[in-house]
């Protein structure tokens, strides 16, 4: 009988952690409020549609329910998954390499904290991003190898302002 117990209460554990993930509108889900992206793999079927109005940008959730963005990164355009989760701005290393950035091997370093646990990435500095018409220099980010997509985080979107989610809007205010 304790076997039992111990067992329905872990399913009814695993369910009530599960459950809010597998809703189909992620804006629902209990304690999911800034993190609106993850380092996952996701195929983009479409481009999500993007506004910019002065200092207000609003980005329409893509059929994958992720938020993208098409930014310049020192003249080349390079489409980022917005993760407000994530520290700083992560690059893949095909991204970096079309930015003519390679970093040597001796550069990747445990730096990165995952759900996987530690990952190695290069430290970098991005001289200018253009982010819905506002420019930002000398932007903190790492290059990850293996990242399936680049990462717009926290080192370019803090200094932009304020980040919310409303349904299946991102709104970043400046």
């Known amino acids: ?6 067992f329905a209460w872990v399913v009814i ?20 409020k800034a993190s609106v992206g993850t380092a996952a793999k996701s195929a983009r079927s479409e481009e999500p549609g993007t506004v910019s109005r002065g ?5 329409r959730r893509d059929s994958t329910g992720q938020f993208h963005l098409d930014v310049d990164v020192g003249g080349a355009q390079i489409t980022f998954l917005i993760d407000t989760g994530a520290d700083v701005v992560a690059l893949t290393e095909d991204d ?3 930015l003519g ?4 091997a001796d550069s990747f370093r445990p730096i990165l ?10 430290p970098v500095q991005l001289e200018r991003m253009s982010i819905a018409g506002r420019e930002l220099d000398n932007v903190q980010a790492v290059v990850v190898p293996d990242l399936p997509v ?3 985080g926290q080192s370019a979107l803090r ?9 299946d809007r991102l709104i970043i205010e400046g």
């Open 159 to 167: 200094r932009l302002g304020s980040v919310t989610l409303q349904g």
């Open 113 to 122: 904290q995952t759900a996987s646990g530690t990952g190695m990435g290069a």
């Open 150 to 152: 680049s990462l717009l």
């Open 1 to 6: 009988m304790l076997r039992f117990l111990i």
């Open 13 to 32: 554990g695993l369910a009530a952690l599960v459950g809010p993930l597998l809703d189909a509108n992620p804006a629902r889900a209990p304690g999911i």
């Open 101 to 104: 950035i390679t970093p040597d």
């Open 96 to 98: 970096a390499q079309a």
């Open 55 to 59: 200092d207000v940008t609003v980005i």
